[in-house]
């Protein structure tokens, strides 16, 4: 990616993902320890509870225990029953899921039991039958007291659970948060990293784009190529003219031997969706990026795209139609009937236009862009000779194509 805005904000995306995943785990965090405090107050006043309990059993054993001044005990009975009664209730209000909720009402009943079984006890102490109530502590407020901290101890257990539950969904929240910004971020980095253009890409330039509105890259024509020859601009006479190596005999017949190669399979062509495959072939003698076969466009004669290689679709959709008297190669070597060649310069590769002149007049004209390095006019004749096979597989399709004779 190279557009600096498109860059600029995929780096704010990738500090706002991080900036609301951190916001989303301290946000998460804070309940993580409201959780664990919630928990541990649970935990501390059911302990506490158990053991009130505990006492409360101890001190209604010292009622008939020898040797044991009663008075004190009754009144230390009395109080933890109280605190006993007390603590269950809160802990009931504390208790989040149903189940510690239920064990704890069953708690509740026990504690409930526990008093009236102490006051039953009081009353049998007072009338000194201290036999009968020995029956009543151990035989009744015993069970009571083992069946409430049996209660606690399993609220406690399912609250335990239900709390490390809950912290582990809070914790994978987190782990959500963090690996969606991580993906985020992930993505920002993939598209600002520099990647290997695409072919399309690479054809689908805005200089490519000019070119092929243009007409093939054979825009206006410069000096010494109106008149269809295959001269080039004569430099100024303060430069020497550079001197250009001729092209090895072994080279020159292997691209001879490809154009005849060519002229023979357009010569057996019996159906049109041969012709593709041919213009390929035609490119790759040529040298061309890419070739256009273009065609006059019924009675206005207008120049449109027929066939084409190199080029995606769409492209060649954009290119339009050419004027049979605009002033570039592709439309001269449709007036003139003679093959047209342009160097290459600033604006664009080289290329040549070839005619497709039968014995009825101008039935097209062959367009190649050469590769960059290429030369039109060691290319010029390779592509007159394929377009003149070419020409006799296609027929003028507009009095245009004779009105310029």
Not at 93 to 114: C, H, K, N, W
Not at 217 to 233: E, F, L, Q, S, Y
Not at 236 to 263: F, M, V
Request: net charge negative.
């Amino acid at each position: 990616m190279k557009n600096k805005v498109l860059r600029a904000l995929m780096v704010v995306v990738a500090v706002a993902a991080f900036g609301a995943a951190g916001y989303a785990t301290w946000v998460l965090e804070q309940r993580v320890a409201d959780e664990r405090s919630t928990a541990d107050t649970f935990e501390r006043q059911a302990r506490q509870l158990a053991l009130g309990l505990t006492d409360l059993r101890a001190a209604l054993q010292a009622f008939v225990a020898e040797g044991q001044n009663t008075t004190p005990w009754l009144k230390t009975a009395g109080d933890l029953h109280a605190a006993a009664t007390t603590q269950t209730a809160a802990l009931r209000g504390i208790a989040r899921t149903p189940d510690a909720q239920g064990v704890i009402e069953g708690a509740m009943e026990s504690v409930a039991a526990l008093g009236k079984t102490d006051q039953r006890a009081r009353e049998f102490l007072e009338s000194a039958q201290r036999l009968t109530v020995s029956d009543i502590v151990f035989g009744e407020a015993a069970p009571l007291t083992a069946r409430a901290i049996d209660a606690i101890d399993v609220a406690r257990g399912h609250e335990s659970v239900a709390s490390a539950t809950t912290l582990e969904h809070l914790r994978v929240q987190q782990v959500y948060a963090l690996g969606g910004a991580a993906l985020v971020a992930f993505i920002a980095l993939l598209c600002l990293l520099p990647l290997p253009a695409r072919l399309d890409d690479a054809i689908d330039t805005p200089a490519r784009d000019s070119a092929a509105e243009a007409g093939l890259g054979i825009g206006h024509i410069p000096a010494g190529h109106g008149d269809g020859g295959h001269r080039k601009p004569e430099p100024p006479a303060s430069e020497e003219r550079p001197s250009k190596p001729w092209p090895s005999a072994s080279a020159a017949l292997t691209a001879l031997s490809g154009t005849a190669d060519i002229c023979t399979a357009l010569a057996k062509v019996q159906e049109p969706r041969e012709l593709p495959a041919l213009l390929e072939r035609a490119a790759a003698v040529l040298n061309a990026a890419g070739i256009v076969v273009w065609m006059p466009d019924g009675l206005a004669g207008a120049l449109k795209p027929a066939l084409a290689h190199g080029y995606p679709p769409h492209l060649v959709t954009r290119m339009g139609t050419i004027p049979v008297d605009a002033d570039n190669a592709t439309a001269a070597a449709f007036r003139t009937k003679s093959v047209q060649s342009m160097p290459a310069d600033a604006q664009g590769n080289a290329a040549v236009a070839a005619p497709l002149v039968t014995a009825d007049g101008c039935s097209g004209v062959l367009a190649a862009e050469l590769k960059a390095g290429g030369d039109a006019t060691s290319a010029a004749s390779a592509a007159a000779i394929i377009a003149a096979q070419l020409a006799t597989l296609i027929s003028p399709t507009a009095p245009a194509a004779k009105g310029h004779e």
